[in-house]
């Protein structure tokens, strides 16, 4: 069965603080995709990124960055110098790659990480 | 420009009643999906549709019936409310072609009391 682990539940950080959160996958699929998604205060789901199974290559994005280790099965988020409009709820996800008879491509969440930057 | 729309965003009813969400996607996309987060915060998968056909019912009582008349839409009805049923209802849509991340709608707050 597919799981994700998000075992931080909550992070408390002061402004300008480097921040990781982290993923830890389970699947018997080869081929898969990975998420994160913020939800801000109100209430929205922002998409923030996603990777595929095949393409371990880390991603930067401004402040933002992933690390994907395919050998432990995580997919780590890093905030770099936190701001106070970083405060939300994050969520990793896993989901089949493709739409089939089979598989929905459905997302598994995490239980989210609630991220408190303070000024 | 919205991406995905639902109506309505709050939705405060009685045990019993009956009740409508409306989700409409303008991305094109052929895949949709109903999710349930409760309380605690956690999302789950409730229902997925490809081209407005219901791939997958994810142990969701009978009380809860999807309906998708065009592959743009995709309404979730739910009989004889529950105080359970208290939840935030998102849809989502997917992409195809190598574009696989699900946009959200904002989400309807559904209260019963």
């Known amino acids: 069965a597919q799981k994700v682990t998000q075992a931080q539940t909550e992070i408390s950080v002061v402004e300008k603080e480097d921040v990781t959160l982290d993923c830890v996958y389970e699947t018997r699929d080869t081929t898969y995709y990975l998420f994160w998604y913020k939800q801000p205060p109100s209430g929205e789901l922002v998409f923030l990124i996603r990777?595929?199974?095949?393409?371990?290559q880390n991603e930067i994005s401004g402040r933002y960055s992933w690390n994907f280790q395919k050998s432990t099965s995580s997919f780590n988020f890093t905030i770099t110098a936190s701001q106070v409009v970083d405060s939300a709820v994050y969520f990793c996800?896993?989901?089949?790659?493709?739409?089939?008879?089979?598989?929905?491509?459905?997302?598994?969440f995490g239980q989210g990480t609630t991220l408190q930057v303070k000024p | 420009d919205t991406a995905v729309s639902q109506t309505p965003k709050y939705l405060v009813t009685q045990m019993g009643n009956d009740k409508s969400i409306k989700c409409e996607q303008n991305l094109g996309h052929d895949t949709m999906y109903w999710y349930k987060q409760d309380s605690k915060k956690f999302l789950k998968i409730m229902f997925s549709?490809?081209?407005?056909?219901?791939?997958i019912n994810e142990t969701v009582p009978n009380r809860f019936s999807p309906k998708s008349p065009d592959k743009a839409h995709l309404n979730l009805h739910i009989n004889s409310l529950e105080l359970g049923d208290s939840a935030v209802y998102f849809c989502a849509s997917r992409g195809a072609g190598g574009f696989y991340e699900q946009y959200f709608g904002p989400g309807t707050r559904l209260t019963v009391t």
């Open positions: 990777r595929n199974s095949f393409d371990e």
């Open positions: 549709y490809n081209n407005k056909e219901l791939i």
């Open positions: 996800a896993l989901s089949d790659l493709e739409v089939s008879s089979s598989n929905t491509g459905k997302l598994i």
